[in-house]
């Protein structure tokens, strides 16, 4: 049996006045697939990252989530439904542990949890010897790595990272790898999206590549005619049909 879809877009488009950040998106995620995104700055990622997770409603299109049409649902909804993501920039709560934090995402999540504990969690993201630690003291990457772990403890469904990478030294990106990685055990589907192209690349099943808010090209991560759409928008910026 062929996995059934998690997630469905259905013709979803975001303008902000003039700005057409996001133009007539279909795309369907499938259950436990871990689908890569990438595309050139401005093409519309992060946009579509807040629209899938509801921080951000469409101006046309529809948003289904394991065939219900989530489109009006609030991110604290979506969340309950199993829905978490990262955002761009890292927002974790300063003055408390990466205990407390990670103990809050754990409450704030909605349905079954991926993790039994907070303990098992900071296993995962190498935080162990941290977890008594303020947050405040935490360098860039590890702040990086305890947000995504908060979403990781919440969201049991469906995992939106957005540009997880920036920031991290060499190690730490090995170390997101392996986390991600170590994902696919569990079943959780998740969005990567991120600037490294060959980490996307090496780590999804199917890559969608974005440029001026069209979905381009959308196939398995070694597809030739994926990695020449990606060549054209990056190497020679232009629109795939241009
Ligand atoms: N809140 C907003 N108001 C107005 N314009 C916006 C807003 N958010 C995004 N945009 C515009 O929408 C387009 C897509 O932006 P978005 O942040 O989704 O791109 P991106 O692919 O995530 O880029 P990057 O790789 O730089 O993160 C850009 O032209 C951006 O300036
Ligand atoms: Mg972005």
Known sequence: MSPSQILSLRGVSKFFGGVQAV?????D???GEMLGLIGPNGAGKSTLAKLILGS????TGKVFFGGRDITGLSRRERAGLGIAGTNQFPRVFSSLTLRENLEISLKSGGGKHLFESVAEVAELLGLSGLLEAQASSLSHGQRRLLEIGMALVSGSRLLVLDEPSQGLTGGEVERLASILTGLSSKRLSVILIDHRVDFVKSLSGRVGVMSKGRMVALGPAGDKGVA???EEVYLRGLDAGD
């Open 23 to 27: 133009l007539d998106v279909y795309l």
């Open 56 to 59: 951000l409603k469409p101006s």
């Open 228 to 230: 020449d759409v990606i």
């Open 29 to 31: 995620v499938l259950e």
